[in-house]
Structures are given as structure tokens and as C-alpha cells.
């Protein structure tokens, strides 16, 4: 059973997916369904004893196509539809106990190589209307599986968040011609307090408005809007600054960083391709939670200044 | 330290509150904030050695009144503000080890009635546009006292998950002259499958488009905007319907259910009040994350039917 279902309080789209209840759980070592198949009698989800990077379809996918047939509700304020879309898995390293972070860099420059490839194939595909590249990282994040994956979500509409995102990002340039993030990112660089690391062609940030402590943006100066537009030097860059984002979370506090990462990325010209890393500790030892202000009413609670969290991922690089 | 800062993404304002980051975090029960002070060398925030219910102004507010100053940044997508507003505690017993399931019908009833005095107060005051109360209970929503209480948050601005209900409500109320809750409820009533509990004035449920999978929302059945136009009659309909939720959220699992409790109302023609539970389990060993999809692009995935959770709460009564 899964369909979407219309929420029209909030106008957004639930995605209702019961066969996920059942889904893969901290399996032991030994059963990981993201490994290498050694032994054809335990085969994996990956039916090879050696690979680089592997890219498949969930087995407990919200989203598939077909999607399952839905009974459509007769008003306009109950709306229901099929969940239509895709949902892959795209695991980094058949190594079980490897990390993004820990990844060299030539394979992190495969990486980036592989989502251009996925974002091309998924956004073109009919009924596509938004892909997003993500990775949750850490039991602290819910992820049930600890072998080093990220996934990939094809909605067959603009999510919500989304929405809100390419509407600022519209208004912005129609209204000045420029797009939002050129603008802000000037306002970031003539300040300079914010920025954590910089390159030819990258530049992260814990930005002036951020709802969590550590959070990092990693953004293109260039007014580049998706992977696509993408050329090696410039995917290679990227893949460096991801590893270096990665790298500098897990020194900070002296512990593998659990994080959301979101690749953020559009077609249009007023949009700017983006790099999102939300890591849920607000200091060493305690959680940032949302409650009450946050996940009734959208309001964030940030316990912490940007100008003073950003100079600590500045320092916090680890040797080479 | 402490100002709002404009998402100009999200377009939503952050509230930072960097001397929160020092607030009380896990004091032993001997030394609770929240309990009578019982020993003068020892006070705690209630002067008091006897009480009923409590209300104070959070000693580490987000908000405050006056609030500190702030420098304004130049340009229309860097904004800042003052955090002007209130902060209240709300101390439902003195009883450290209570919950609010376990309080008397008539102290869940006279905590209504504070609920409506410190609304009728705080809506009234100048540079106040939204007044949310509500509570969040248990570790895994980063409770750090657990002493039962609540918290009313009065905003200088409208919220911006509140902004889309009102914006939602406002046009299907100018759409079709009846509040969206209204047609919506019709529809719950006539299914029936998803109603957990009802009486004389109050309805509560799973709704259809539920994003949590024992999320329960309590309406009253008549179009009332706010604690404010209920009687009596209905004050005590609102308690009984309220500690009913909270224990059968108790009995689902058999342990002390966590929840974010929140209470929506706006005094307009076209909203109604609304009381929801958010509970973040979504089995009884099993929590709901908010993951990429969810934190992200603002999609949740539900791993239930509300269908089958709902008719779950139905029997989940307590034997008075």
C-alpha cells in the first residue's frame, strides 16, 4: 500500500509507503544487504563479489513506477494520487565500515560522476518533476543501515520545501536580475566571518540564517544550477570540497559526524546548485531537537552564533 | 545574544538565542527548576512551598520584551530583527513525577482555563501576531526537565508553517463560505474510519493526511476560532478530550507516550482551534525520523495507514 495524500493545512504531499514498516533494521554485520555478494547461497542487494560504486533500485522504496493503483477521492481538498516516482540506492564502497569522509579523493570525484549520471537519466524521465540527491548519516539520523550509502528520491512533483525555495529564487531575479545566492554570497564574502573554506571554484559556509549550529553550505561561485552544467575540473573541485565539509564535521568534536546531506538543484537560470550539510549536534554531548517551535509552527531555535560556530569548522581540519 | 534572522530561502525567520545553549539540562530530581521551593537556602523558580499551576517567564526565553538591540543589516534579503516577544512556562502540578495523563479531569480542566487567560493576555499585547502553546514531553524530543509543563511562545511575527494553514483556511474559506475544517471533519464523519474518539463538542482523530502514524488532532465540532468564544461547558469537553488522547497515546504501548503537543487557534472566521499530538514513535520500539525527505524537502513518509492506527488508538483505553 502507497500513495500520496494531500495534507491541505500544510499544502504538501504525505507520501504513505506501509510496506517500509517491515524494512531492513541495524541488520548484524554479516548480513548487510549493502556488501559485496561473497557467498552466492547469502546473495546482497549487489550481485557481484567486487564493485566501485553501486547504484539500484530500493528494495522498500516510497516511490516506484509503476506506483500502485489508487482509489482517487471525489474533492478538492482530499486529494489522493499514485506514488509515482523513483528511489535508488547508491552505495559509496563495498567497504562495510568506511564513511563519506574517509573516502579517497579520486573515489569521491567517481561519486560526483555517478550522481551527474543519475540526475541526467532521472530528471529527463516523464512524470519527473523534482530529483534529489541525499545522504542521512548516523543512528542519530534514523538510518537503520550503517554501510556507507546515500539515496536518491525522483518526486513526481516540486516538493514543498522546494517550492519555497524556487519561488524566493524567482521573485529574487526577476526582481534584480541576479540570482539570490549571487547576492548573498557577495554579502558572505565582503563579511568573511562565516566562510570555512574556499577554492577556485567552491566556496562553504555556515550561512548568516542558519537553523542549526554546524551547518554547512557549499555553493559554486560560479551561477552553475545542477550537476549537468558541470565540467571535471569543476566535479572535481566539488568532490574535494564535500570530502573537506565531511572531513572538518568529524574533527570538530573528535567523533564520525552524523549529518543530512542535500544536494539542492534545479534547472533554471535563477537557481544555484547547493550543498547542504544539517548535522544534528548543537554542542559535544547534546542533540539538537526539533519541538514544538520547530516542527509545529516552522520556527528554529538556533542555541548558537554563526560567527562563532564557522571559525571552529575553520579550524578543525584534520592532518592530511 | 539574541535577534531573528530572515531565511531568505525558506523565508522564514530563526530565532537565535545563543545564552539558551547554558539552560538547565538534566538536574537531579532534588534540584528541579520547576518543583515548590520547599527549602528557602534552596529556591526554585516557584516561590512557593503549595501550588495549583504555575506560569512564569522562561528564565533562557527565545523571545523576550524588551528584547535586545540589534544592527540592522542594510539590504532586503539580510534581515534582522529584534527577538521581541514572551516566553512562559506553564507548570501543570507540583507533583515532580506526574504527567499531564495522569492529572485529575478537574486540574486538566482548570489548565484550560489558564491556557485561555494567558491567551486572552498575550493576543492582546502590542507587537504580538501569534500566540502558540504547547508542550513538549520526554527525552526523545529533548525534553531536559522533566517536571510535567508546558510553554506558550508569543511571537512578534506569524510563523511560517502557521502562515500556510491561515493562507489555506482564508481560501477555501473565500472559495466556498465554509471553514476548511468544516468540510474536512464532514469528510473524517462520514468515513468514520479514521475517529478515535468523539463527544458532545470535541472530535478527535488520525486524520486522512496524517505525516506521523499516531498523530492525533482534537476539533471542537463548532466553528470556534479559540480558547476564547468556549464556554465553560465546552472548556471541560476540551479537558476531558485532552487527558483521553494523552492516555490512550499512554495505553497504545504501555509506557509514558513523548509527544509535541500543540494547540493552533488564530482569531478569524475561517480557522478553527485545533489541538495536536505529535507522538515520535512509529511502533512500539521504533521512532519516526526526520530525514532527508522530511528535513530536507519537506516530504514525510508515512510507514502506516492512518486506517489501521487509528482503529490501534480506539482500543487503547485505560479501564478508569
Known amino acids: ?19 517500509r514498516q517491515d524494512r531492513t533494521f541495524f541488520p548484524p554485520d554479516d ?8 557467498d552466492s547461497n547469502q546473495p546482497t542487494e549487489i550481485p557481484r563479489a567486487h564493485f ?3 547504484v539500484f533500485e530500493n528494495r522498500f522504496p516510497s516511490l516506484c513506477t509503476p506506483p500502485p493503483a489508487v482509489e482517487l477521492e471525489p474533492n478538492d481538498f482530499v486529494m489522493t494520487r499514485p506514488s509515482s516516482g523513483v528511489c535508488e540506492v547508491v552505495v559509496y564502497t563495498p567497504e562495510h565500515h568506511a564513511t563519506l569522509a ?18 541526467a537519466d532521472l530528471i529527463s524521465r516523464d512524470g519527473i518533476e523534482y530529483v534529489y540527491i541525499f545522504e542521512n548519516k548516523g543512528k542519530e539520523i534514523g538510518v537503520t543501515l550503517s554501510h556507507p550509502h546515500g539515496q536518491i528520491y525522483a518526486y513526481p512533483f516540486i516538493p514543498r520545501t522546494i517550492q519555497t525555495r524556487l519561488e524566493s529564487e524567482r521573485m529574487h531575479f526577476e526582481k534584480t536580475g541576479r540570482q539570490l545566492a549571487h547576492d548573498w554570497l557577495n554579502f558572505e564574502m565582503q563579511d568573511g566571518r562565516r566562510i570555512v573554506a574556499e577554492s577556485e571554484h567552491f566556496i562553504t559556509l555556515v550561512p548568516y540564517f542558519a537553523r542549526y549550529p554546524y551547518e554547512l553550505h557549499i555553493l559554486p561561485k560560479q551561477p552553475i544550477p545542477t550537476l549537468l552544467q558541470m565540467n571535471d575540473a569543476c566535479l572535481d573541485a566539488l568532490a574535494r570540497a564535500i570530502l573537506d565539509a565531511a572531513q572538518r564535521l568529524d574533527a570538530l568534536f573528535g567523533f564520525s559526524m552524523p549529518y543530512i ?4 538543484q534545479h534547472p533554471t537560470d535563477f537557481t544555484r546548485f547547493e550543498v547542504e550539510f544539517l548535522p544534528p549536534y548543537r554542542t559535544k554531548h547534546k542533540l ?9 509552527c516552522g520556527v528554529f531555535i538556533n542555541d548558537t552564533l554563526p560567527e562563532n560556530t564557522a571559525p571552529q569548522l575553520r579550524g ?5
Open 31 to 38: 548480513f548487510c544487504p549493502l556488501c559485496p555478494t561473497r
Open 316 to 320: 578543525a581540519k584534520p592532518s592530511p
Open 288 to 296: 539538537k531537537y526539533l519541538a514544538g517551535s520547530e516542527a509545529g
Open 52 to 54: 566501485d560504486i553501486a
Open 102 to 119: 574517509g573516502l579517497s579523493p579520486r573515489k569521491v570525484e567517481a561519486l560526483c560522476r555517478v550522481w551527474k549520471d543519475r540526475y
Open 1 to 19: 500500500m502507497s500513495e500520496l495524500r494531500w495534507h491541505p493545512f500544510l499544502q504538501e504531499w504525505t507520501i504513505t509507503a506501509t510496506h
Open 261 to 264: 546531506m542535500s544536494l539542492f
